[in-house]
């Protein structure tokens, strides 16, 4: 009951609060805004906000990947719209499709603890990118108009050495990560618990670094295209905003719009609309209705959750590396690989392998690199599909 209490009055807050910000904007300049807008450049807005959520999916895969855990490229790329529907018409921001994502993970055989550090670990990749995007902004834009105009409102921006403390902000963003795991692979506690096992052997990988590199690559691309969205929005209402303007705006207005406080990030996300393009003298009716198209863009792509998700083999379980999963299914199975080298290699480990997930299987822990005996390895072809 309280639960359900909780969810209606997170509507009747976002409601109020987008009420609010369009009446402190003005509701008759909001509308003409709208009325005025270039579809063109709102159908340019959309395919850009498409290109950031398929890639966000690619690099919640890929991060998922980094856990040992194997998924479809369809598959997650369906899962990740399907929660993207529930972020923008169900109460909670983006709490409900984050949790949908650690859900259907789950139901494919991984555990629940990597299910879950996947999809939080991905939206703090995109947060912590979003920070290095912001900040880099900032410094390129240090000395144009649009800096000087502020500094003129802030005059305690106009002798600080604000190029320096940009990127060295950027570079704290994104290295702090990279320090954080070497500190993780150090100190993590060593206990007789299979899930601790299982992180000590993620941390531990050799490809620690390449999977590191693959998520600020990822986290980039989406965060670039989701700014353009944000601009393409700014064009169609013949409001002229530098690239770098609106990814140093794109900070608050994306942090304020996770916010659990209501759905979809709506009124959240116009409030800081207003305030940060409003430093850059960005009206107030225009950035609300920049901030308000964006949302649009969210509700129009719900409709992609209504599409089915592509059936996964049952045989989705902890997986591992294509190579590892072939060598331990030709030990499992006595059958020759498809070519004379690979048959040599599983034949020479079949014991080794063996031996390895006996042990496995009596300590409660997952060897690096080996399948979990839980269920079997996900096949070659369903993990590239």
């Not at 008759?28 to 290109?51: C, F, K, M, Q, T």
Request: glycine content about 10%; overall charge positive; hydrophobic content about 55%.
């Amino acid at each position: 009951m309280k639960r359900r209490a909780l969810r209606w009055l997170r509507v009747v807050a976002a409601f109020a609060l987008l009420g609010a910000v369009v009446w402190i904007a003005g509701p008759a300049h909001v509308l003409e805004a709208i009325r005025g807008a270039d579809a063109r450049w709102l159908a340019l807005g959309l395919a850009a906000n498409v290109a950031a959520n398929t890639g966000s999916a690619l690099r919640w895969r890929e991060l998922a990947r980094w856990f040992g855990m194997l998924a479809p490229r369809a598959w997650a790329v369906a899962t990740y719209f399907h929660g993207v529907a529930v972020n923008a018409l169900l109460p909670g921001a983006v709490v409900g499709g984050d949790m949908l994502r650690a859900f259907s993970l789950q139901r494919l055989g991984h555990p629940g603890l990597e299910a879950g550090m996947s999809v939080l670990l991905d939206r703090l990749s995109g947060l912590w990118m979003l920070c290095v995007v912001g900040f880099v902004s900032i410094a390129w834009g240090a000395d144009s108009e649009s800096t000087r105009a502020l500094a003129a409102r802030w005059p305690a921006l106009a002798g600080s050495p604000l190029v320096q403390t940009a990127l060295l902000l950027a570079f704290a963003c994104l290295v702090g990560p990279w320090l954080a795991l070497l500190v993780l692979r150090r100190w993590l506690p060593r206990r007789d618990s299979p899930r601790l096992e299982r992180m000590h052997a993620a941390l531990r990988t050799g490809h620690a670094g390449r999977h590191y590199l693959v998520q600020v690559v990822l986290s980039t691309i989406v965060q670039l295209f989701a700014i353009a969205s944000l601009v393409c929005a700014a064009r169609a209402l013949h409001v002229d905003v530098p690239f770098w303007v609106m990814a140093a705006s794109a900070v608050p207005i994306f942090v304020f719009a996770t916010l659990p406080v209501s759905f979809g990030g709506w009124g959240t996300r116009e409030a800081a609309a207003v305030l940060a393009l409003g430093a850059f003298g960005i009206a107030a009716p225009s950035a609300v209705t920049i901030s308000m198209i964006y949302g649009l863009y969210g509700l129009a792509q719900a409709v992609g959750g209504l599409a089915p998700v592509p059936r996964v083999p049952q045989a989705a379980g902890v997986s591992a590396p294509a190579s590892a999963s072939a060598a331990s299914g030709a030990a499992a199975s006595g059958a020759a690989a498809s070519s004379a080298a690979a048959s040599a290699a599983a034949a020479s480990g079949a014991a080794a392998s063996g031996a390895a997930a006996s042990g496995a299987a009596h300590s409660g822990a997952t060897p690096p690199g080996a399948a979990s005996s839980s269920a079997p390895p996900l096949p070659e072809r369903a993990a590239r599909w």
